[in-house]
């Protein structure tokens, strides 16, 4: 895998990333470097855009193109980067991750409550109405 960034400066980057989503509509990665903005999209060296048709697209604003190659293993080591995170007695944590000594296992999280409430109160005035009420 092929990582290709472009380096512009801030002051045209809302401008080049618009004419660079026309070559990745599935986005770009955003980073700061200095006084630059730079944009990175991943591929194989087949997929990736060509460096003149680049060019041409973001034109005098280009300050510098990357290349570089990512490492086979770029599916295991990301996820280095997302760990845990404890909040008082609230664990958020990735999938991969385990839960925390002594925590309850996942509930619903109250989403269907109110249409449950909802049921339960016709339920009740179906009864009502049944047995002579209002």
Do not use: C, K
């Not at 991943?42 to 490492?71: I, M, W």
């Not at 996942?106 to 109160?121: D, F, I």
Request: glycine share 8%; net charge positive.
């Amino acid at each position: 895998m092929i990582r290709l960034a472009v380096r512009v400066p801030r002051s045209r980057a809302e401008l080049v990333l618009a004419e660079l989503a026309v070559l990745a509509p599935a986005g770009f990665e955003e980073r700061e470097v200095g006084d630059l903005v730079e944009y990175a999209i991943y591929g194989a060296a087949g997929e990736l855009p060509d460096l003149g048709e680049l060019r041409a697209l973001v034109g005098d604003a280009l300050v510098d193109v990357v290349t570089t190659e990512v490492p086979d293993d770029w599916e295991e080591r990301w996820r280095q980067w997302h760990r845990p995170l404890d909040v008082g007695p609230l664990r958020v944590r990735p999938p991969w991750e385990p839960a925390r000594d002594g925590a309850l296992p996942a509930r619903n999280s109250g989403v269907a409550r109110p249409q449950r409430r909802r049921l339960r109160r016709m339920s009740r005035a179906r009864r009502t109405r049944a047995r002579g009420g209002e």
